[in-house]
């Protein structure tokens, strides 16, 4: 072969772009270790989050500066702009997660959601209009659905589902620093630098997140250059070597008597009947969600999606009518939100892998029942003609300079006012970083069990994308509902009165969490499934 066509052959194999499996691709050890998949996979979603946030404290001087909508009209504005986002990510979820069971490999269409996430960006730099915005959001939230469908499922392929909890904590907690860092640099740059500096960083992070998606190798397709056969090396070797290090721990630990009929039962339940309708056997996750557990793992992930979708929709409108704060100052407010979640991420994996879903799940939205309803505390205090006049609105039968007066009686000093705040959103922010953890490990064990009594229905890889899928969907589903409800509230009841709401839906979350997913009661789990077994073809013995 001459120089340059091996050259060239070697270019394309390494770059996965015509894959010879006769031919390793250059770095394959280190491309395919389990380290670099999950640093892929952070650095995907850190991406995500961080062009998300990026435009979040903007979003509002945007619409002031480029489409011209004045600054009293801008909350429904906001709110539309956060909902688009995600509602874009509901639709596609699903459509992510089917395609990715049915192709070889999950890097192509990781690609595929860069390239949706880099176009998004290049609009949103670009936009002078309202439908531009839009439609820029929109292809985020696509790529926001194929980064986390994809993503997720690739950490349970390399790590498997016992390790699963830490290594979710620890992503959250790196990707948390993109929560971190960016509504507080797309604040600083867009007051010192403007649109400029701020897409400017954001074309960097994509720039680094596309070279390690071109190429990261995984555990199946890097198990076929090992073999030199295109068809082995697929996730049924990887749940083999989990079932066999199962199967050894389970011997090591002391059985009690009930032990052998409870997995006996489990694995009754678990499997799914042949004849199952045409729609199962596309969607292979149906059968799946019958199981209480799994439905509640969902909404768990819905509600903390919820619960974000209504801070990020709120903050900066508040900060901006309350203390009369610039994109910079608005962007700050982030910080003591997101460095619980950057510090404690990991420790709540950590919890989940060693207590279970059950204890986190709960604690973590009955503790921020209590802190969201302090969240009523902070005040207006007038420093601007937007504050006064929400001081007249709270006051309808003073003037303006009247109703300053007695609000800066009440409130002291506007430093006060704002240390208040900040030290209760660092709290929720610690109540967030809990809800994280829970509801993806408890669904990811879930539907492992049903692919290990099932693996004629299911095949090699399992419905593992499809999961995601209808995880990310769900997720998103929430950043579609938190913004609408938590803006809507907030315009109608004040933003005292939709936190007190907001604590209502996450004490009803938390009492959810502690019937229905986790822990030991695998009895009850059986005897809720019998009672919930709607699924036609499914015969509960």
Not at 94 to 99: E, F, H, N, R, T
Not at 302 to 317: E, K, N, R, V
Not at 407 to 413: R, V
Not at 495 to 517: D, E, K, R
Request: hydrophobic residues 50%; glycine residues 8%.
């Amino acid at each position: 072969m001459a120089p340059s066509s091996y050259l060239w052959h070697k270019l394309i194999t390494t770059l996965q772009i015509a894959p010879d499996y006769s031919v390793p691709p250059a770095g394959l050890a280190w491309r395919s270790n389990s380290f670099f998949i999950i640093a892929t996979v952070a650095v995907g979603l850190f991406s995500d989050l961080f062009l998300y946030g990026l435009v979040v404290p903007i979003l509002p001087f945007m619409l002031d500066d480029r489409i011209g909508i004045p600054e009293s009209e801008v909350q429904p504005y906001v709110s539309g702009l956060l909902t688009a986002y995600a509602a874009a990510s509901v639709l596609f979820s699903p459509v992510a997660g089917v395609l990715a069971d049915r192709v070889s490999t999950r890097q192509a269409p990781f690609l595929l959601g860069l390239l949706s996430l880099l176009a998004a960006t290049v609009i949103l730099f670009l936009a002078r209009s309202m439908p531009v915005l839009l439609i820029a959001r929109v292809l985020q939230g696509i790529a926001a659905a194929v980064v986390w469908t994809i993503g997720l499922a690739l950490c349970l392929e390399t790590v498997g589902s016992d390790k699963l909890g830490r290594t979710i904590g620890s992503i959250f907690s790196f990707i948390s620093v993109g929560n971190l860092a960016a509504p507080v640099l797309g604040g600083v740059l867009y007051e010192k630098a403007g649109y400029p500096g701020v897409f400017g960083i954001g074309f960097a992070v994509l720039a680094v997140d596309f070279i390690m998606r071109l190429l990261v190798i995984e555990k199946k397709v890097a198990a076929r250059y090992a073999t030199k056969d295109p068809t082995s090396g697929d996730l049924d070797q990887h749940l083999r070597h989990e079932r066999s290090h199962a199967n050894g721990s389970a011997e090591a630990n002391e059985e009690t008597e009930e032990t052998p009929l409870l997995s006996k039962k489990e694995q009754d339940y678990y499997r799914i009947a042949p004849n199952q309708p045409a729609i199962a056997r596309r969607i292979k996750l149906l059968p799946c969600l019958k199981h209480p557990g799994l439905v509640t793992a969902f909404l768990i992930s819905g509600i903390q999606a919820f619960l974000l979708g209504a801070f990020d929709a709120t903050i900066p409108t508040v900060a901006e009518q309350y203390y009369s704060f610039s994109s910079l100052k608005s962007g700050l407010l982030f910080l003591p939100l997101s460095v619980s979640d950057f510090l404690l991420g990991p420790l709540f994996g950590w919890a989940v892998d060693r207590f279970g879903t059950k204890p986190v799940a709960t604690a973590a939205y009955l503790y921020l029942v209590p802190v969201l309803i302090l969240l009523r505390l902070p005040r207006p205090c007038p420093s601007s003609p937007s504050s006064l006049s929400l001081l007249a609105s709270i006051y309808p039968a003073d003037t303006p300079s009247t109703a300053s007066l007695k609000t800066l009686a009440a409130c002291g000093s506007q430093t006060r006012e704002i240390a208040i705040w900040s030290s209760l959103l660092f709290l929720a922010g610690i109540g967030l970083a809990g809800t994280s953890a829970p509801s993806i490990v408890e669904a990811g064990t879930i539907v492992k069990s049903f692919h290990e009594r099932n693996p004629d229905f299911f095949g090699q890889d399992g419905p593992y994308a499809q999961l995601y899928g209808v995880s990310s969907m769900v997720f998103s589903a929430g950043l579609t509902v938190g913004p609408l409800v938590a803006g809507g509230l907030k315009e109608r009841i004040g933003y005292g009165n939709m936190n007190a709401v907001i604590a209502v839906v996450s004490a009803v979350t938390g009492i959810a969490a502690f019937v229905w997913i986790g822990g030991r009661a695998r009895l009850r789990d059986v005897r809720n499934m019998r009672r919930l077994s709607w699924w036609r073809g499914e015969d509960a013995r």
